[in-house]
């Protein structure tokens, strides 16, 4: 791609380390910047208890160096419902159609924002819940490991390895697949 510009990463409290695992080393075999942005610059846990410090926030980096994002989902996103300042920031990022990823239950952030709005989509949600929630389209839903919806990328949690791949393949990096495993079929 050639683009100087940066993916970034969206850290929240119990965020889920292994959604990001073979994420992260797709940008870094690609070569690609990255940064990692939290709600505010407050240290974090993840869901598996890996302490985090983001290194900036959703309100202080310009979005317009940005070129994608990636959410990875949350065990318990309690905290996350109704966060009307990531929200805006989701919806700023989708009206500049950045290339924007979403894994496990992150697409109800998405969801939340508005960008999913007229978008196929999975998640790691069940039917349930999506109701529950009440801000997704049902109609919308497919039930694939990983949908891509143009320059959106959603996936369920167990398809973490072909999310990295498809994001990768969407920002045209060059990675080696067989680095995770030999037989390689995505």
Request: aromatic share 12%.
């Amino acid at each position: 791609m050639g683009d100087s510009r940066y993916t970034g990463v969206l850290l929240y409290p119990r965020f889920s380390e292994y959604e990001l695992s073979v994420m992260l080393s797709v940008l870094k075999q690609g070569g690609k910047r990255t940064i990692f942005l939290g709600l505010d610059d407050q240290p974090i846990r993840g869901e598996a208890g890996l302490p985090s410090k983001p290194e900036a926030t959703i309100h202080d980096f310009d979005i317009n160096l940005l070129d994608s994002i990636v959410l990875p989902g949350v065990d318990d996103f309690k905290h996350l419902v109704d966060h009307q300042e990531l929200a805006e920031f989701l919806h700023k990022v989708n009206d500049q159609k950045r290339i924007i990823a979403a894994i496990s239950s992150a697409p109800y952030l998405l969801s939340m924002g508005g960008v999913l709005v007229g978008k196929t989509y999975t998640t790691g949600l069940t039917t349930e819940q999506r109701r529950f929630l009440g801000t997704f389209e049902e109609e919308n839903y497919v039930d694939n490991p990983v949908v891509v919806d143009d320059y959106l990328v959603t996936a369920r949690g167990s398809a973490f390895m072909e999310f990295a791949f498809r994001v990768g393949d969407l920002l045209g990096l060059e990675y080696d697949k067989t680095w995770f495993y030999l037989d390689c079929r995505i």
